[in-house]
């Protein structure tokens, strides 16, 4: 199936700064999501972006479908922008979301 | 705005027991999915389930895994005989189409087997 790679697995960021995550996946897609898990576990849709750049409030997204990558962008970061993004897509002959293992994000006062 | 709704949010079931996990999808979505997350790992495909039928299930769905959309509404997961390593947390999902539409999920039942 199609490989799903996110970096970093790990941030920590002073309140108000800017980030910049990534997704690599290894095969064309019809699908790119991007979800931020909370601390009670629940998957927050951000944004459905298969190509081209979405923006909603301090959040935005960017896929370049023909390099393979998605990046998502967080800036003037709050506390509760903290918890796990993942990215998951779906291959062009498949009905299954493939989900990278997370970029851990920690956002502290 | 319409979302998935799982039932219920906890279950702890004794190791060898059946448990059904229930989902209610968003009403005028047709293609309906469960995924499971064990903590502190990523989010894993189990089956994706279209016009009353599978049209895809992952290795980890084998036997001991059963779906069902008992009436116009429902959608359940049946796991017959529980193990220890089936504690996780579930998600149901669903979409409009197959593949390349946006899948929106439920906000998942935590199972612990003990």
């Known amino acids: 199936g199609i490989q799903v790679e996110q970096s970093p697995p790990d941030l920590i960021l002073q309140e108000g700064a800017n980030s910049t995550l990534r997704c690599n996946f290894s095969?064309?897609?019809?699908?790119l999501q991007w979800f931020h898990q909370n601390p009670w576990g629940q998957l927050i849709n951000l944004f459905y972006i298969p190509s081209g750049t979405k923006q909603n409030g301090r959040l935005s997204a960017t896929t370049v479908a023909t390099e393979r990558y998605s990046l998502l962008y967080i800036s003037s970061s709050q506390t509760t922008d903290s918890g796990v993004y993942f990215c998951a897509t779906n291959s062009n002959s498949g009905y299954a979301l493939n989900f990278g293992k997370g970029t851990s994000l920690l956002v502290t006062p | 705005e319409p979302e998935v709704t799982q039932t219920p949010s906890h279950q702890v079931t004794q190791m060898g027991q059946e448990v059904i996990l229930r989902c209610v999808p968003i009403s005028n979505h047709l293609y309906f999915y469960w995924y499971r997350q064990i903590l502190g790992q990523k989010v894993e495909f189990l089956v994706s389930?279209?016009?009353?039928?599978?049209?895809?299930k992952s290795e980890i769905f084998d036997d001991q895994f059963s779906v069902e959309r008992p009436d116009g509404s429902n959608f359940t997961l049946k796991i017959r005989s529980t193990k220890l390593e089936d504690s996780a947390m579930y998600f149901c999902?669903?979409?409009?189409?197959?593949?390349?539409?946006?899948?929106?999920f439920g906000q998942g039942t935590r199972l612990t087997v003990v």
């Open positions: 999902a669903s979409t409009t189409g197959g593949g390349g539409t946006e899948a929106f």
């Open positions: 389930f279209y016009n009353n039928e599978i049209s895809e």
């Open positions: 095969d064309s897609v019809n699908n």
